[in-house]
């Protein structure tokens, strides 16, 4: 499986500032994924990110508030745009692993960012 | 939208005994995944079932997928003090404004009484 990186680990932050978070994979990927998990929540996809096109938010997630970015296929980018305490929660990426069939859509997840807004 | 329901919220055991917990979709699903997160930790992925009536073994894990591929569960027999975090279920499903994405379960928080 994909080895994947993501960072800050963990960062605190100021109501009405931006933070950009990084998601790294070790292989070429077609699809990656980004999810929020509020404390003692399950995980809520925010957004896929496509190579070489825009990112599809999911309703409720907007392209101003979670600007994505996607320049290649090792790698992407969540900003979280003028934050406020409800954005507190830990920011996860994820990679689809196809498989040997092609169509196993298992997703592998990075150590995610736990972000902390005062 | 399409969800994924799954039971029960929290389960406490002695060490010993077994757990099961269940997913309940209200449509088809391509198929269900389950994932274990660790306390601190981030998700990790278990198992993938996508034949109606699947049934997989990892060791003292039983996952079951039914008939109708609507429901899933996961049965721990002999639970262990390393079983510990929280266990969610992930659907895919077919068509509709869910198409081909994981919808996650709420997640079964498993704590171990040694």
């Known amino acids: 499986s994909a080895v994947i990186s993501q960072k800050p680990s963990r960062d605190i932050c100021q109501r009405g500032t931006s933070l950009t978070i990084q998601c790294q994979v070790d292989s070429q990927v077609t699809m990656m994924f980004w999810y929020r998990q509020q404390p003692g929540q399950s995980l809520t996809l925010i957004a896929t990110?496509?190579?070489?096109?825009?990112?599809?938010?999911e309703s409720g997630f907007v392209i101003d508030k979670f600007p994505i970015s996607r320049p290649n296929l090792t790698f992407s980018t969540l900003t979280v745009s003028n934050m406020s305490p409800e954005d507190s929660s830990i920011y996860l990426c994820?990679?689809?692993?196809?498989?040997?069939?092609?169509?196993?859509?298992?997703?592998?997840f990075g150590p995610g960012t736990r972000l902390t807004v005062l | 939208g399409q969800q994924v329901m799954q039971i029960p919220q929290y389960q406490h055991v002695q060490e010993g005994e077994d757990f099961t917990t269940y997913c309940n979709s209200s449509?088809?699903?391509?198929?269900i995944q389950w994932y274990k997160q660790r306390p601190g930790g981030h998700p990790v992925f278990l198992i993938q079932?996508?034949?109606?009536?699947e049934v997989k073994k990892q060791k003292r894990l039983t996952f079951q997928f039914g008939e109708a591929k609507k429901n899933s569960s996961l049965h721990i027999t002999a639970t262990q003090t390393t079983d510990v975090g929280t266990y969610f279920c992930?659907?895919?499903?077919?068509?509709?404004?869910?198409?081909?994405?994981?919808?996650f379960g709420q997640g079964t928080i498993l704590t171990v009484h040694p």
């Open positions: 079932l996508v034949k109606s009536g």
């Open positions: 449509t088809t699903l391509s198929n």
């Open positions: 994820s990679v689809e692993d196809r498989g040997q069939g092609g169509n196993t859509d298992t997703q592998y």
């Open positions: 990110a496509n190579q070489g096109s825009e990112a599809t938010y």
């Open positions: 992930a659907g895919v499903f077919l068509g509709g404004t869910s198409y081909g994405k994981l919808t």
